[in-house]
């Protein structure tokens, strides 16, 4: 278990399936994070057990939980390549109730750490919508860097919206997070 400061993260049990269906068939859950709704509504459940307890080799998926041990949503990892050292990183708060209120930007950090010292990352990336403020801003409390921006990439509710793309190195991590995490300084 990786144990932040509100959050921990472990990986995925079947028992969490119940509410990754539920917030895989959620409109407003599906809009932020990928904006393919309603592509994603057609996962059934079973779907989704294949999906995210098979897997596949290429991604690393866990759970994130709140300081009573409740699951308010999923993190993880992918597009691995090893001579550069780089993945990218993937996050959603399922559980609504918990957007705006810092859970993400500590998971994101408490598996940032995670990812550069113990998997030796040297690199993580990620990319996003325009719209998405809130994800922009929670990345970059994280450490993430704006990149670049791909324009019109994306479609949103009837719109055209730029992607943006993010990074964070290794070194400017630890230069702003250390290797322990406050639970453990
Ligand atoms: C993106 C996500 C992981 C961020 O986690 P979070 O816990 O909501 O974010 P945090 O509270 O840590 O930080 C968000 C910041 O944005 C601010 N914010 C929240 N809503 C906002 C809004 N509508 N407009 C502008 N800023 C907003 C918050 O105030 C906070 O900034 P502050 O700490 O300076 O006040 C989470 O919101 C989520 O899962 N959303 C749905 C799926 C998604 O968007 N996934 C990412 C796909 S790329």
């Not at 509504?41 to 994130?64: E, H």
């Not at 598996?111 to 929670?138: M, P």
């Not at 994306?154 to 719109?159: A, C, D, S, T």
Request: proline residues 2%.
């Amino acid at each position: 278990m990786l144990k932040g400061l509100k959050t921990s993260i472990r990986p995925i049990e079947e028992e969490d399936l119940d509410a990754m269906h539920q917030w895989y068939n959620d409109q407003e859950v599906n809009l932020w994070s990928s904006g393919a709704w309603p592509l994603n509504t057609m996962l059934n459940k079973d779907q989704i057990a294949v999906k995210f307890l098979d897997g596949s080799p290429d991604t690393y998926r866990y759970v994130i939980l709140d300081q009573n041990n409740l699951l308010i949503g999923t993190i993880g990892f992918k597009e691995i390549n090893i001579p550069c050292r780089t993945a990218t990183l993937f996050i959603v708060l399922g559980n609504k109730a918990y957007w705006g209120k810092g859970y993400g930007t500590d998971s994101l950090i408490t598996f940032a750490r995670y990812l550069f010292t113990q998997w030796n990352f040297h690199r993580i990336s990620l990319d996003t919508w325009d719209g998405n403020i809130r994800a922009i801003k929670a990345y970059e409390k994280a450490g993430f860097k704006i990149e670049g921006r791909q324009r019109e990439a994306r479609f949103v509710l009837g719109n055209y919206h730029d992607a943006i793309l993010m990074g964070l190195l290794q070194n400017e991590f630890l230069a702003l997070y250390g290797i322990l995490s406050e639970a453990e300084r």
